[in-house]
């Protein structure tokens, strides 16, 4: 006898368990910002890092509610596996002045020679530990040696 109310009472919590999830589930794909473009029913839709595993800014295109393009805001290449753009220039042109500076941000140069410049130091740590330790024999060396002509 216990143990059939105990089975009811853990199908009754699962199944109030079940039906909440149901309802607490959210979209994440479709919690970009979306901007009203005109012309023609042209719409956009910024989507941040992240929102639908991408790891970077870009922009959905919409004419009347369908989706035509995808855009990437660091290196204004299509994503989503679009090939041609059907976007008309003057959209593309709101687009740019609507986002700002989000528009082609991509990697600042000195973020790239700050990398570069730390490549090139661990390149040469990399040599300096290859001539000492002598345990890895000449391979050590001219992978060591590679590495650091590389970075250069």
Known sequence: MMKSKRLKWTCLLVLML??????????????????????????MRLDTPGMDSKPYWHVHFY?????????????????D????NPVPNSILKKARNTLGDKWGYGISKET???GKNLLIAGAVLAVVVATIC????????VAAWGLLLGAL
């Open 18 to 43: 079940l039906f909440a999830m149901t309802f607490m589930t959210i979209r994440t794909c479709a919690a970009g910002q979306t901007y009203q473009l005109g012309g023609d029913g042209w719409s």
């Open 63 to 79: 004419q009347k509610g369908a989706q035509k393009y995808c855009l990437r805001l660091d290196n204004l290449k299509p994503c």
């Open 81 to 84: 596996g679009y090939k041609s």
């Open 112 to 114: 790239i020679n700050w």
């Open 134 to 141: 002598p345990f890895d024999g000449v391979a050590g060396d």
